[in-house]
């Protein structure tokens, strides 16, 4: 079979063209609505990390000023303890003059005392006593730690007497005076002195 073709070549040629021109233009649109989405997703994706950014810049702000806060009530907590544990001592503290007082109204006539000493004999820390938490001085850079001291336990009196008996009396009105939680005597023997013989002792009282 034979065909001819009676459509002039420079017809072919221009629809040819036109074809080709509409493909060109085609690939261009495509290629333009790509660019233009890629710099869409550049531009939304950078404003995205801005937000972001002032969103970390605020929360970083948020936070240092809640540290800051952090840091005053720790201050405040550091003095209300400070002034408990003062409380705490003040009620513990021993009226000595008075103690002083029971001793010489409780102790035969034949006694006298030569020592009088505390358990623990000096002021200390409180292993079992709880230590508040560091308080940070804001304009010295100083931290204070609340320490509860030891209030005396024991008292232990050491002294002489003209007769055997006056110990265990001493002893008894320690006892009934009710000041002490126990009261016991540790042991009592014989010395001779320049002026005689007498009888050493050692009580203790335990509050």
């Known amino acids: 079979m034979t065909s001819v073709n009676f459509i002039p070549d420079d017809v072919v040629l221009r629809q040819l063209r036109r074809v080709h021109l509409r493909r060109l233009a085609v690939m261009g649109g495509i290629a333009v609505a790509l660019v233009l989405a890629a710099a869409a997703f ?74 009088v000493a505390t358990v623990p004999p000096r002021p200390g820390r409180n292993q079992n006593a709880a230590v508040s938490a560091p308080a940070a001085d804001e304009k010295q850079g100083a931290v204070r730690t609340s320490i509860t001291i030891d209030a005396p336990r024991k008292l232990t009196l050491g002294g002489y007497a003209a007769e055997v008996a006056e110990p265990s009396v001493f002893v008894s009105r320690l006892k009934e005076s009710g000041a002490f939680r126990d009261v016991s005597l540790v042991g009592t023997h014989r010395e001779t002195l320049a002026e005689g013989p007498f009888f050493r002792f050692e009580v203790v009282c335990e509050w």
Do not use: F, N, Y
């Not at 003095?79 to 503290?93: F, T």
């Not at 009226?95 to 010489?104: K, P, R, T």
């Open 42 to 115: 550049d531009t939304w994706d950078k404003a995205r990390i801005g937000a972001l950014k002032s969103q970390v810049v605020e929360a970083e702000s948020l936070v240092g000023a809640l540290r800051v806060e952090v840091q005053k009530l720790a201050g405040q907590a550091g003095d209300l303890q400070l002034r408990i544990d003062r409380a705490d001592a003040l009620r513990s503290k021993r009226e000595w003059s008075g103690v002083l007082a029971l001793l010489s109204q409780t102790m035969p006539s034949g006694c006298w005392l030569t020592s």
